[in-house]
């Protein structure tokens, strides 16, 4: 196979692209880096099955040029950054939309009929303890960037029925581990390094989710391609199980060696405007598939930290 990575520089793109070319696929990466890493994938460079593009997804005659000869395309490539919605409200529009746009138009004019696209459990909304399948509604995400994914999956819908597409879909839950630049878990790893003493906690401490460990989505996104065959096919990604944010800081600070670390919560159920503070996925579909994560919420975050505090500290983490 002969892939386009989007985004391939980051977190779950890197990865994604490790194991697409230990799977013997020849891979292209396309990122601008405004995110991504060049560190995520410089190991690649010498494989001859590899290459990589460093470009803007907004810039369309270079992703018409790097769509022309793929057999797939993995749309990677978006915001990492949920909250920053807060500040620039066109970033998910720009960065998700309009981007998502450019890739799906360069395939239909190359002749490139499959994509695969990592949606979120923003697309839900806040529905509390509800538990949320794949054909659950309405869907009212409450985020912009839960508002671009949800229109991302509109528009590949409506590409795959009218040129003929096929798309896999996956909704994922909080995806943790090696590389990752955001999220809670680094948060306190960055927090409790300028202050081993006191760990300032986003709400207070009881927001619960499912939390995936990147080898176990990358397993995940493989998984669905290769064994389901509709034309848009779409499936949450998550653990059976939750972990609350003050579980989450304990494990930090327990994997980091500390004691008597004070917690101080900033206080509302929510760490900020946005954030959906309980997440339940079903993941009846995927299980039944065959595919269920090997980790639950607490190892994958455990493990996370260990990856991120390592001997070798990532670049991430900084």
Sequence with gaps: MRAL??????????????????????????????????ENISHNFRNSRFRFIEADLLEVENVKKAVRGCDMVFHMASNPDISKGMIQTDLDLKQGVLTLYNVLESMRLAGVKKIFFPSGSGVYGDVGTTPTDECFGPLLPISLYGTSKLACEALINAFCHMFDMQAWI?????????????????????????????????????????????????????????????????????SSDYVKVTSIARIVVEEMGLGNVRFRYTGGSRGWKGDVPKVRMDVSKINALGWKSSMTSEEAVRLAVNELQGPNPLSSVR
Excluded: W
């Design 170 to 238: 996956a909704r994922l839950a909080n995806i943790v581990g090696a590389r990752q630049t955001h999220g809670v878990v680094l948060d306190f790893i960055r927090k409790l390094r300028q202050n081993p003493d006191e760990l300032e906690v986003l709400g207070d401490g009881t927001q619960s989710k499912s939390y995936v460990h990147v080898s176990d989505c990358v397993e995940a996104i493989m998984f669905i391609i290769d064994h389901s065959a509709d034309r848009v096919n779409i499936f949450n990604v998550a």
């Design 5 to 38: 990575v989007t985004g391939g520089a980051g977190f779950i793109g890197s990865h994604l692209i490790d194991k697409l070319i230990v799977n013997g696929s020849h891979v292209t990466a396309y990122d601008n880096l405004s995110s991504g890493l060049r």
